[in-house]
């Protein structure tokens, strides 16, 4: 009997900690191995509609890094091909898909250069596929939580970039007060780590110890200013990307701007849970729009979708009616 499987002697790395192209990354330290391990299958480019095309052995994590080797579904009509091309050369990359966050941080403590997205730090794959290039689109563009409810990118980029520009807000603030222009935020640390040195030391110079705690009082102010602004632009952030998403409208918008004024997290906790909005007008309008683009010929799509999106879309959800009208153009063409 013929062989229904190959196992590929060589090891990919499946992800690490690095950004990715999009801005976050996935921390490897909170990778759910097991999770993976009930049902490790992959795809040729993410393609779920063209079946399973391979599975993964010897799964493993060392020094950051997520390892393992493909076995090749023989069975699947692309099965071959694929082996050939992973064992030719053209197949060197992975890219693990469906991701489900468990947990995620927005701590500036946790970024790295470039990285404009929230850190994963807690997380796994639903299946991962050899791909030409890593960082496919369809494979980390879009995340999961628990639920299985779709997350929003962009709301995590929203909020990474406004607690950046905060940060950098109070961090000049400081130096302003005390002239310390294009210092870190190191040496801004060691500069209030003086002050407070200065003023505990009782007797010395008595004026000057006044003075600093003068200027103590005055940063703690503008400090607790500037916090009190950075949550407001969260909660304003949060409520816009919910208004434009149509997850809620703008008299709902006011009501939550009230009651979440000082509980960002709260906010995002209720908006990630809760679904656009869509009226029974469009759902209407969809299904007859639906119906006709069914009725549609090849030529149909291409003058109506110079993009091909939907072309796309009929080949994953209706594959039949798809060959039914790629039959009927290319045929037709050929015997003409």
Known sequence: MLDKFRKIDKQYVLSDSSVNEYGFRLLTEGYQLEAFQKNPIGYYMHRREDGVVLKWEDLEIVDDKIWGSPVINLSNERGQQTCDEVENGFLNAVSVGHIVVLEYSTEPELMLPGQTGPTI???????????DIPGNCNALTQLYDAQENEINLANFTNHTVIANLIKQDIVA??????NLSGADDTSVLHAIKGIGMKIS????????NKNLLDDKILLQQELSELRSQHIQYEVAALLDAA????????????????DYANNPE???SLLSAMPA????VENLRNTEREKAEMQWGWD?????DPSGRKLKELKANH???YKEIFKNKFEAELKS
Not at 173 to 178: G, V, Y
Not at 277 to 280: A, P, Q
């Open 121 to 131: 730090t807690k997380w796994y794959n639903k299946e991962c596929s050899l791909v």
């Open 173 to 178: 603030a400081i130096c302003d007060e005390l």
């Open 201 to 208: 030391k009782s007797g010395e110079l008595e004026a000057e």
């Open 243 to 258: 208004l434009e998403g149509r997850k809620i409208t703008r008299e709902l918008k006011e009501k939550l701007s009230a």
């Open 266 to 268: 709260g906010l995002q």
């Open 277 to 280: 909005y869509i009226s029974i």
């Open 300 to 304: 149909d799509f291409e003058e109506q």
């Open 319 to 321: 594959p039949e009616r």
